[in-house]
């Protein structure tokens, strides 16, 4: 007699159950996957020094960049230099020309870098310690190289620039407990959801009845997800640019923003044509398989063989010998 496998502890759940938890856990899968993605950026990426001064440091290249640090620097620059009215007029324009001039050095692409830096080292102290005072950022070595370049280029009252400790507050003592517990949020959340993502995907797959169409599923969901991501960096970007102040340039601002963001918008098309790829691998494995010979529909086989076990029992057995 052919061996009976034995029976299984726990009853398999309908397949109308495993339907519907597989939908839900691959929904949830696909929601959470950009969430994760912008969390776990903003958590990890914005947080190491060394990645945004790299991503910072050809900005400082960037001609847009250099008009708006000529014009802010000079524009401090003449508020320190103690010229009359009429005086200031005519110094004014030597001054811008000369910073612009001094943005073009080697000199400024230190500054640049340094004052990134410095920048960040101050923020993240800030958001990671328990310090309430307000974060600012010194700029009496940029003011310092400023002046030697316009001593060299023989600037009128060059040499009475003063070079002074000017701190810059960078974020306010008001705003810090809340930008904490946003940091905190980001923390937690940029570890927890790509987590929750990828094990809701696995048992969203792992309980589907038919588990190619749960791939083929998560994979669009996926390419959707990195579409959405996509395209919320485009709002993103012209809600930035529209809330900033008149007398902050744009087009700097813009290129700031777009090189902050140059990882999420690679995530970004990377789950989009990672979804795609494995969308179309599934659909066409699906349909090579079906196109085999002798292959015939899961449904129709499923029928077959329920058909012809209903049919065995209700038989009489021809070899019982008759009573």
Known sequence: MPSV?????WPAPPS????????????LACLLLPFGALAAWAAYGLTDTGQYVSTMAPLADDPDVRDAVADTVGDGIMREVDVGRPMRGTVAPFVREAVRSFTQTRAFRLAWDAGNRATHDAVLRA??????????????????????????????????IPVQHTAVAVI??????????????????????PVAAVVFAVGGIALAVRR????????????LGGALLGLALVIGRRLTLADLPPDVSHPAAAAVYDALTSTLRTVSWLLLALGLAVAAVAWIGGRLRRSRPGATPRTAAGTGDSASLRADSQSPDQNMPVM
């Open 16 to 27: 109308g159950l495993r339907r519907a938890l597989s939908a839900l856990l691959i929904v």
């Open 5 to 9: 496998p034995p029976a299984s502890p």
């Open 212 to 223: 190619r169409r749960a791939v083929t599923a998560t994979a669009l969901g996926t390419a």
């Open 172 to 193: 306010p003592t008001a705003d810090l407990d809340r930008l904490r517990k946003g940091f905190h949020v980001l923390e937690v959340a940029g570890f927890w959801l």
């Open 127 to 160: 958001l990671q310690g328990e310090r309430e005072e307000p974060v600012t950022v010194d700029l009496a070595p940029v003011t310092a190289q400023v002046k030697n370049q316009l001593t060299q280029d023989h600037v009128p009252l060059a040499a009475r």
